[in-house]
């Protein structure tokens, strides 16, 4: 991961976490999940941050753990959700899971605080998790021209759908769509796959 982007989650993790908890629900997220996701499937939530997905996953018939690479936020995580488990795994690695391990893996706005390089190995290590016939879901937040920062120093990579698409391999695209996250109000490109099987 982006050690400045690390490293601004770490220094503000109850900052962060705050504020996500603070934002509308987010309903678009919980209507695609509830739609593709296998119910009942063992799924994890890499990037899981402060932990409201896992929270709501949970509670809402699916199977779910947060692996995040901030301590800051993990540590929110397990303070807010102590009935959950977060674990620490850092993109791309995501070492300690086994391959095929969950029926649905969810990663919600997290690509894009990568090194370009780190990318593509990140979209296939997360698919090499997912079990055959399981579902993938990828999104980040799309930023337009050159990579930014923002004022906490966070990366955002500027990169094309292209290059998350040529990494999915044998997959069944489900859903591939770019727009307005009913959540952050921030525009995002999101992409559903089973994996073949």
Not at 19 to 27: I, S, Y
Not at 135 to 141: K, P
Not at 144 to 161: M, N, P, S, T, V
Not at 175 to 197: N, T
């Amino acid at each position: 991961m982006d050690r400045a982007t690390l490293a601004a989650y770490d220094k503000e993790a109850a900052a962060f976490a705050l504020a996500w908890h603070d934002q509308p629900a987010p309903v678009d997220l919980q209507e695609i999940v509830t739609r593709f996701l296998i119910k009942g499937g063992k799924t994890a939530d890499i990037g899981c941050g402060s932990g409201r997905e896992v929270a709501w996953l949970n509670a809402n018939g699916f199977l779910a753990e947060g692996f995040d690479a901030s301590e800051g936020l993990l540590t929110e995580a397990r303070s807010r959700y102590p009935q959950a488990r977060f674990t620490h795994a850092e993109l791309p690695e995501l070492s300690g899971i086994a391959s095929g391990s969950f029926d649905n893996v969810l990663c919600e706005t997290v690509i894009m605080h990568l090194d370009h390089a780190l990318i593509a190995p990140s979209v296939r290590r997360m698919l090499d998790l997912v079990k055959p016939g399981g579902v993938f879901y990828l999104s980040w937040r799309v930023t337009e021209g050159a990579d930014l920062r923002d004022a906490h120093g966070r990366l955002y990579a500027a990169f094309d759908a292209t290059q998350v698409r040529a990494e999915l391999g044998a997959v069944k695209l489900l859903l591939d769509e770019e727009l307005v996250s009913a959540s952050s109000g921030k525009a995002i490109h999101r992409i559903i796959a089973r994996k073949g099987g």
